[in-house]
């Protein structure tokens, strides 16, 4: 009998992804992947996310060791160096195998549980594709096509830690798309530090990728992960053309971070707030129904309120569908990190908090437009309460009251809606 093994992921898609690798190699490996409702749990693998800042990849190692003291401990994802220590003094005998690293993950394991803790941290440029998973969602195939980013952005980590762009062959990356297909997935995620940067160390382009993804027979829709606005600026009259395929979900995630030029000059991002404005509009004169997602950072070092004003501004002129807000978190070795006219945290979360506030209104809105929508949505969760949610052509989230499975697709009409999703009731005619 195997030994027992929990693995708990967190963050972007990139890190679930690397999270059900790991459960694929160690289970083809003969070791047991278990929940949290295991009886016996010999080790405990958590595969961080530290791209908000440490506090809470340290607040989860405590919680797991309060809960199973007397596991192996295993941490994995983006581990930065400056990490690594402050582990080593909650545990001593953890093991450390950074994101570059999970092919290794087997051995690691194996010398882990022999009382022989590994420290694997390279940075490997190596396709982390093509591996055999266990999917946290089976109709969910997320495929990760580069790692790194050509960015220089002042305050993220995430280059620090993932290295320059690395894009994975083309051919791979099909390869991948097809065992998806043939495994049943109906979503097909495509995921990166920067989608839309793909290809430009290897002489393509995200253009070339999606569309021979997008030729390939099956029954799926794709979702594109984030792409920057100097990169999607680059291409964007074909990326707008490509979004209009029946198979791709009418869903842009273009991150902004400020509404201000200056702070974007200072955050090093490469684009004006006129230029991601005109992405925007130029999105949704040819795709009215387009989901919107962007991000923004508050209380970014020498943030004035004006400044700060703008970043409202900008969200109630371009309306944002989804809106994922940060507070500003100092991050070691960063270029932010030594600028002196850092916020007091009181203030950053008060303006975050009104960024909040500004956006409930404006999603709320948005929703408003889908009251009566009659159309079909693909089931891809269970929700509470014994109700299913699905998403439809734009990658709207609905929730319906159902007797239906995952991967079931049906015909809806919206009869309520929330801020954060709509509800819908089955229909078995359009009208």
């Not at 083309?170 to 390869?175: A, C, G, P, S």
């Not at 940060?326 to 932010?336: I, L, N």
Request: with cysteine.
């Amino acid at each position: 009998m195997g030994t027992n093994i929990l693995v708990k992921s967190f963050g972007c898609s990139a890190n679930f992804s690397d999270g059900e690798a790991v459960k694929g190699m160690l289970k083809n490996a003969d070791f047991n992947i278990v929940d949290e409702t295991a009886e016996e749990i010999a080790m405990i693998i958590l595969n961080i996310c530290t791209v908000k800042g440490d506090e809470h990849a340290i607040a989860e190692i405590k919680k797991t060791l309060a809960k199973w003291p007397h596991c192996y401990l295993m941490i994995t994802g983006c581990v930065p160096k400056w990490l690594i220590p402050k582990i080593k003094e909650i545990k001593k005998d953890t093991s450390i195998v950074n994101t570059h690293n999970i092919r290794n993950i087997v051995m690691a394991v194996e010398e882990t549980i022999h009382n022989n803790p590994q420290k694997i941290i390279e940075q490997k440029r190596k396709p982390k594709i093509l591996l055999h998973k266990i999917r946290d969602n089976p109709i969910v195939g997320i495929i990760p096509i580069s790692n790194g980013c050509l960015g220089k952005c002042a305050y993220c980590s995430v280059k620090l830690i993932k290295g320059k762009l690395y894009s994975y062959p083309v051919d791979l990356i099909i390869k991948e798309a097809e065992n998806c297909i043939k495994e049943g997935c109906k979503e097909l995620w495509i995921t990166a530090q920067d989608t839309a940067c793909y290809g430009k160390d290897i002489k393509t382009n995200i253009i070339e990728l999606l569309e021979k993804i997008l030729a390939l027979e099956g029954d799926f829709y794709l979702r594109l992960g984030m792409g920057n606005p100097k990169h999607v600026k680059e291409n964007l009259s074909k990326l707008i053309e490509i979004f209009k395929h029946p198979k791709i979900f009418k869903f842009l995630h273009i991150p902004v971070q400020s509404g201000n030029n200056q702070i974007l000059k200072k955050m090093k991002r490469q684009y004006t707030i006129e230029e991601f404005k005109e992405i925007i509009q130029s999105f949704r004169r040819e795709i009215p129904n387009i989901t919107i997602a962007t991000d923004v950072i508050t209380g970014f070092p020498g943030e004035t309120d004006e400044q700060f004003y703008d970043t409202i501004e900008m969200i109630k002129q371009t309306k944002p569908d989804v809106l994922n807000i940060s507070k500003f978190v100092s991050r070691p070795e960063t270029a932010a990190d030594n600028m002196q006219d850092k916020i007091d945290g009181s203030e950053v979360k008060e303006r975050s908090k009104k960024i909040t506030d500004t956006f409930d209104f404006i999603a709320f809105d948005q929703n408003l437009k889908w009251k009566k929508w009659k159309g079909e949505i693909l089931i891809d969760e269970k929700g509470k309460n014994n109700t299913m949610k699905g998403r439809n052509h734009s990658y709207k989230q609905v929730v319906v009251d159902e007797d239906c499975k995952i991967g079931d697709k049906i015909t809806v009409k919206i009869t309520n809606i929330s801020k954060h999703y709509l509800k819908g009731e089955r229909i078995f005619r359009l009208k």
